[in-house]
Every structure is written in C-alpha cells, then in structure tokens.
C-alpha cells in the first residue's frame, strides 16, 4: 500500500523554465509533509517542507503547493539549473507523539538541459 | 554536509553473515532513523530512536535490530543475511519535537554475496 506517490518517474526541462514535480498522498494523518533532492552517492538532502495548515510555502528558486482536499502537493523550481539535475522525493510524517517518521515516494528523476 | 556520519561506507558479504552499520547524528538530535532502498525502490523506514529508546518501527525484519546509546550513536545489526538485502542503508537524525526536517548520511552499501 503506497502511502506517497510520484506518478512520474522523470522529468526533462530546458535550463531556465520552471520544474514542477508532483505528490499524491493517501493517509488523511499525514500533516507534514517535505521535499528531498538526492544526487548519486549521497544521502537525500532536504530542501523545503510544509505543514498542513499552510498552503505554500516558499524558499527562493522552491517552492511547494499543498492541496489537502485533494490530498496533493507540488514543488515548483523556478528558474531551474542544471544543478538541479537530481531525484527529487517527496515525504509525509503524521501527527502523533512517534516522532517524524517519514514516508517517502518512490522519486521522480529531473533533468535540466542547458 | 549534512553532520551525520555513517561507516562503513562499503559492505560485502556472504550470505548468512552478520553486519554491523554505524551512526553518528548531527550534534544535538536525540532522534535516530534507519531506512533501506532497495534497487529501484523508494525509501522505506526501518526504525527510529529518541535518546535511547525505541519510538517507531515500520517493516524491519526480525533478523534485524536496531539500538542507540548513551552517546546518541546507532546501530543498526542485520544478520543472517539474504541476497535480498543487498540496499543502500540510510540513518538520518532530526531534532527533538514535531515537524523537525530528518538529515541523512551518505548511507551504506550493503552487498550480499
């Protein structure tokens, strides 16, 4: 039963648009939710998160859409580089007393061609 | 960097050994996670620890278990091990509280002959 899901596996964008990425989740419980970006050979970096009584949430070139109604988020990336050429994982945590333990989707590979 | 430092960052193995993975948390978190990715897999959480005791488990096999010391490192022991557990092991650490980002190391690669 996947919790969190990225429909789409990659993503190709020409240096300079926009990058949108997106999460659908299906466990009403979750009220936290977070984007990771992660290069070959190294661990999942954070990026930007949002909690669940805000709607967006933005931090430079990120920023992340959360639509609870329809239990759906989103990471725009504006304008992209090719740095941000990487896998990209989005993340939910419920609200309980068990800490932020995080359920993850399956990833979504951007590419960004000069 | 992100301060969590996990060892080794290499593993081979036989089937049916024991392995020992190492981590040390940014300085500071009281809370320790273990994930696995698979081939082709998404991030799937194993068990998380807050100054010293177990808070979550999700599906971590039997033939693994888990602790964090005094000192707030962890380990994480699989043994008896499979060729299906060849992963990539990820321990992240996060602040006490609610809706802290987790941090992850670089993780370890297992590989299970």
């Known amino acids: 039963d996947q919790q969190v899901k990225q429909n789409s596996p990659s993503l190709s964008v020409q240096e300079g648009r926009i990058s949108i990425l997106n999460c659908d989740y299906t466990?009403?419980?979750?009220?936290?939710f977070l984007w990771y970006k992660k290069y070959p050979a190294e661990g999942p970096t954070f990026l930007i998160s949002?909690?669940?009584?805000?709607d967006k949430n933005e931090d430079g070139r990120f920023t992340v859409f959360l639509n609870k109604s329809a239990k759906h988020l989103s990471l725009h990336i504006v304008p992209s580089q090719p740095g941000d050429s990487a896998v990209y994982f989005c993340a939910a945590s419920p609200n309980n007393n068990a800490g932020n333990m995080l359920t993850f989707g399956g990833g979504t590979r951007l590419m960004v061609k000069p | 960097d992100s301060g969590v430092t996990q060892t080794p960052k290499h593993l081979i193995t036989a089937t049916g050994q024991r392995v020992t993975l190492r981590c040390s948390p940014r300085?500071?978190?009281?809370?320790v996670y273990w994930y696995q990715q698979s081939l082709d897999q998404g991030l799937q959480f194993l068990i998380q620890?807050?100054?010293?005791?177990?808070?979550a488990k999700g599906n971590i096999l039997e033939r693994f278990s888990a602790q964090q010391f005094p000192d707030l490192h962890s380990e994480l022991n699989l043994s008896s091990l499979e060729l299906g557990d060849s992963a990539l092991y990820f321990c992240a650490s996060s602040r006490s509280g609610y809706n802290s980002p987790l941090h992850f190391g670089n993780g370890t690669r297992l590989t299970v002959t």
């Open positions: 300085s500071g978190d009281l809370s």
């Open positions: 620890y807050y100054n010293g005791e177990e808070r």
């Open positions: 466990n009403s419980m979750f009220d936290y």
């Open positions: 949002i909690s669940s009584i805000k």
